[in-house]
C-alpha cells in the first residue's frame, strides 16, 4: 500500500449554507484582497451567518511571492472549528501549516489565522489547494426545547479553493547575476576593467561578438532544418519497424518511461477502428427534448428531500437525498441526487439530462443507472441513483491516503484487485451490449461499505473534477490523461479505448487516487504516448499486476486484451493472492 499523502488539486474554499444561528463572520481584509486580486475591498465568505456563494464562483490564484494568506474570523456564540487540507501535487508543495490550533473554538473578537503554503522548490508547478473548514455549533433556540433538542448541533463543512505558483529553486536562486554570489564584486570588477578598456579595443570585442552570434545563429538554423527533416523521415518510418527503440533507448524526459517487459508499442499501425455509436449514446437536445426523454421514469418533486451536499462545483451539485414511495409515503428510499445551481445554463442543464441517460435500461449488478428524475416546470431538473453510503470511489481512495482521516478500513491489496474486478466485470457487459463509456475512472464510479462498485455515467463530472478535463484547442474538456493515443488524435472511441482508460483506472487504485502523468503538459499526452512512455509502476505494486495494466496501454488497439480477458486474468491474481495470506 502506499502510504504517503496524495491530496486533491486546488487551494480553494467552498463553503455550504452556513445553518448555525450565531453570528459566524469569515472574510479577506482589504490587503489581502489587494494582493491576490488588485482590489481594495473585503472578501466576505460568511457575514453574519450568511454564506455569501458568489465568493466561491472562481478559484483564485496565489502568486509565487505570496508564502501565506490571512483569513480574519470571529462568532458571537460559541462555534467550534476542525481545519484539514488536501493538496494536488505534494512534490511541489508540502503540507500547509496554520498558526492556530487544527481544532478549537472559533474566536469571538475579530483575529487572523495565517495559512502558509511552504513550496517545496523542487519543481515548477500550479498546486490546485482544498483548505476545509468544519464549522459546529450549538443550536441557540428556545422557542421550543423539543426543536433544539432534535436540531443537536449544526455542522458546515467548508472548502476554501486557491491555485499556488511554485518555482523550482534553482530558478529562484539564479538572479540576473547567475549562481555567483559575489555580485558586488563581479560588478566592480567589470566596472575597473571597462573604465581601463580603449574604444577601438571595445569596438574590436563588439565585432567579434556580433559576428560570433552571426555565425551562431545560422548554424543553429541549420541545425534545426536539419533535426525537422530527420523527424519526418523518422514519423514516416515509426510505425514501419519492427524494433523496440522507443522502449529502451535513453531518454531526456524526467518521468520514468515504461519498462521493457510492456507490450511492442511500436508495432505497425496502419488504422485505428472506427467510432462505435452507442446504442444509447444521446446527443445534446434542447430542453424540452431533453425532458421528454425521461417523462416515463418522472415522479413528482414533492417526494424527493434534498439532505447535505455530498458534491459542489462551479454549477453542478451531488446531494444525499429521499424517495418517499408512490404508494406507501412511510416507506423511504436513500438516493444520490444530481442537479445544477441556479448560475446553470439552459446548455449545462441539457447535458446533465442526456449524460445521465448514457446507462439508462441497462442492468448489471456493477452498473449504477439513473432510477428516476424529477423535471417539473419552473424547478430545478433532478436526477436520482440509488444512495451508495461511501460515494465517489475516487473521492474515497484519497480519503484513505490521508493519514488524519478517520478512514472506514484500510484497503488492502486483495481489496483494490477486487474492485478492479468489479469495474472489469462492468465493463465487460457495456462491451456486449455494444456501449462504449468513453470516460471510465475512479471519479465515474461509486462504493459502498461492503467494497461493492458500480459504474456511473458521466454527468456533471468536468464540473466536479475540473482538473482532469482538459480542452486541447477546441471547445471541448476531455479526460486527456485517461484517453488513448487514437482518441487524443482522430477522436476514435471503441471497447478498445475503454480498455485504455481501464488500465489507468487500475492506476488510480493501486495509487490511492493520484492523478496519472501529472508531470506532463495536456498539450505533450499525444507525442509523450507516441514516443513509448507511460506512467511508471506504482509503489508497492506487483509485477504481474503492473503487466496487465501496461497490456492495456498498447499503441495497437487490436493487440490490448478484452475485458472478458481482464476479468479472467485479475480473478486468477486475486485468488493467488488469497492463497498467500
Given amino acids: 500500500m502506499v502510504t504517503h499523502v496524495h491530496l486533491l488539486p486546488a487551494v480553494s474554499l467552498l463553503l455550504a449554507v452556513l445553518a448555525v444561528e450565531s453570528s459566524v463572520n469569515i472574510f479577506m481584509s482589504e490587503d489581502e484582497v489587494k494582493k491576490l486580486l488588485g482590489l481594495k475591498a473585503q472578501l466576505y465568505y460568511v457575514r453574519d451567518g450568511v454564506v455569501c456563494q458568489n465568493a466561491f464562483s472562481f478559484v483564485l490564484p496565489v502568486p509565487g511571492d505570496m508564502g501565506s494568506l490571512h483569513f480574519t474570523w470571529h462568532a458571537s456564540t460559541p462555534v467550534e472549528y476542525r481545519l484539514g487540507f488536501q493538496v494536488d501535487d505534494p512534490i511541489a508543495m508540502d503540507p500547509p501549516t496554520v498558526n492556530v490550533t487544527w481544532n478549537g473554538a472559533v474566536p469571538r473578537l475579530p483575529s487572523v489565522f495565517r ?62 547575476l547567475g549562481p555567483s554570489t559575489d555580485g558586488h564584486g563581479g560588478a566592480t570588477v567589470a566596472v575597473a576593467a571597462a573604465a581601463a578598456a580603449t574604444t ?15 555565425i551562431f545563429l ?30 529502451s533507448q535513453p531518454s531526456t524526459q524526467t518521468t520514468q518511461c ?59 451539485r451531488i446531494y444525499h437525498g429521499v424517495l418517499l414511495d408512490e404508494k406507501d409515503p412511510k416507506v423511504e428510499k436513500e438516493v444520490f441526487v444530481k442537479t445544477v445551481n ?13 449524460e445521465s441517460c448514457k446507462l439508462r435500461g441497462l442492468h448489471h449488478r456493477n452498473l449504477l443507472p439513473i432510477c428516476a428524475v424529477c423535471v417539473d416546470e419552473g424547478e430545478r431538473p ?40 468489479q469495474i472489469a466485470c462492468g465493463m465487460s457487459y457495456l462491451t456486449k451490449r455494444e456501449v462504449v463509456h468513453r470516460d471510465l ?39 486527456v490523461r485517461w484517453m488513448a493515443l487514437e482518441g487524443l488524435l482522430h477522436h476514435d472511441f471503441s471497447p478498445a479505448s475503454d480498455v485504455w482508460a481501464f488500465g489507468v483506472t487500475l492506476w488510480e487504485l493501486m495509487t490511492l487516487g493520484q492523478t496519472p502523468y501529472a508531470e506532463i503538459d495536456p498539450f505533450e499526452m499525444a507525442a509523450y504516448l507516441k514516443d513509448g512512455f507511460r506512467i511508471p509502476q506504482p509503489c508497492n505494486c ?21 475485458f472478458t480477458q481482464l476479468v479472467q486474468c485479475l480473478t486468477e491474481f486475486h485468488a493467488a493472492l488469497t492463497a498467500y495470506v
Avoid at 137 to 142: F, K, P
Avoid at 200 to 214: M, P
Avoid at 218 to 245: N, P, R
Avoid at 342 to 354: D, G, N, P, R
Fill in 115 to 176: 495559512v502558509n503554503l511552504p513550496c517545496t522548490g523542487r519543481v515548477e508547478s500550479e498546486v490546485a489547494l482544498l483548505m476545509q473548514l468544519n464549522l459546529t455549533a450549538t443550536s441557540t433556540s428556545t422557542t421550543s426545547t423539543a426543536t433544539s433538542t432534535a436540531a443537536g448541533k449544526n455542522v458546515t463543512t467548508l472548502n476554501f479553493k486557491r491555485r499556488k505558483s511554485c518555482s523550482r529553486q534553482a530558478d529562484l536562486d539564479e538572479g540576473p
Fill in 200 to 214: 577601438s579595443t571595445r569596438v574590436f570585442y563588439i565585432s567579434v561578438g556580433v559576428c560570433c552570434a552571426v
Fill in 218 to 247: 545560422v548554424a543553429l538554423v541549420l541545425a534545426l532544418l536539419h533535426i525537422h527533416s530527420m523527424k519526418k523521415v523518422e514519423e514516416d518510418s515509426l510505425f514501419d519497424s519492427e524494433s523496440t527503440q522507443g522502449l
Fill in 258 to 316: 515504461l519498462r521493457a517487459d510492456t507490450p511492442n508499442n511500436a508495432a505497425p499501425i496502419t488504422n485505428y477502428p472506427s467510432l462505435k455509436i452507442e446504442k444509447n449514446d444521446l446527443k445534446p437536445l434542447n430542453l424540452p427534448e431533453a425532458k421528454s426523454r425521461v417523462r416515463d421514469i418522472a415522479v413528482a418533486r414533492e417526494r424527493v428531500t434534498l439532505k447535505q451536499v455530498l458534491q459542489e462545483g462551479t454549477f453542478g
Fill in 342 to 354: 441556479e448560475h446553470a445554463s439552459e446548455v449545462q442543464v441539457v447535458l446533465m439530462l442526456t
Fill in 382 to 421: 433532478l436526477v436520482l441513483l440509488p444512495l451508495m453510503s461511501w460515494g465517489n470511489l475516487k473521492l474515497f481512495l484519497r480519503q484513505c491516503k490521508l493519514a488524519e482521516a478517520n478512514n472506514p478500513q484500510s484497503l488492502s491489496q486483495q481489496d483494490l484487485v477486487n474492485i478492479a474486478i
Fill in 441 to 479: 475512472a475512479a471519479r465515474n464510479c461509486v462504493i459502498d461499505e461492503g467494497l461493492h462498485v458500480k459504474i456511473t455515467d458521466t454527468a456533471l463530472a468536468r464540473d466536479l473534477f475540473p482538473m482532469d478535463y482538459h480542452c486541447l484547442g477546441d471547445n471541448v474538456n476531455r479526460p
Fill in 542 to 562: 506487483p509485477d504481474e499486476l503492473f503487466a496487465v495494466m501496461a497490456c492495456c496501454w498498447a499503441l495497437d488497439p487490436e493487440e490490448r486484451p478484452k
